[in-house]
């Protein structure tokens, strides 16, 4: 139960983000959002603090079978009411896939692999303020992929990356 919440909350939070009206036409799109994540969040607990005490119960007089049995099915119902309205929702365009940063990230540590890798100069990273640990070895060359080696070619002239 905790991989499939830790895998679909921060995802139906996005996701339901997402419904809202962001345009910059739009004055209350803050508000709307701020509203949107208060009631997020007593949407999660309160279901939560009635599953524990309810589900217990119900363990407890009508045995495990119905106590299992009553998550089963409204999370069916849930799923019928997703699938149902899922026409109606506001999706996002895919904008490439995740993997490719982390491929480019992995050629960018190998192309630098010879550079030295100084942990007191700090200018040298794409993420400025970024504090480093002490990794192992092998992480410490993946810090390699962020070096700036060449600042003309590497920056652009407001400085960014």
Not at 120 to 126: C, F, Q, R
Not at 128 to 150: D, E, F, H, W
Request: with cysteine.
């Amino acid at each position: 139960m905790s991989i499939g919440a830790g895998g679909i909350r921060p995802c139906s939070l996005a996701f339901g983000a997402n419904q809202i009206d962001r345009s910059e036409n739009n004055p209350k799109t803050h508000s709307v959002l701020q509203t949107f994540f208060n009631w997020y969040y007593v949407s999660v607990a309160l279901p939560l603090m009635t599953a524990v005490t309810v589900i217990v119960y119900i363990q407890e007089v009508k045995g495990w079978v119905v106590c299992f049995g009553v998550p089963v099915i409204l999370m069916a119902i849930s799923s019928l009411l997703f699938v149902i309205g899922s026409r109606n929702y506001v999706k996002q365009e895919v904008q490439g896939s995740v993997f490719t940063g982390l491929f480019q990230m992995v050629v960018a540590a190998i192309e630098k692999k010879h550079q030295v890798l100084p942990l007191d100069n700090l200018d040298l990273y794409y993420h400025k303020g970024s504090k480093l640990a002490t990794p192992t070895q092998y992480v410490r060359q993946l810090n390699k992929a962020c070096m700036i080696t060449n600042p003309t070619e590497d920056l652009n002239p407001d400085g960014s990356a």
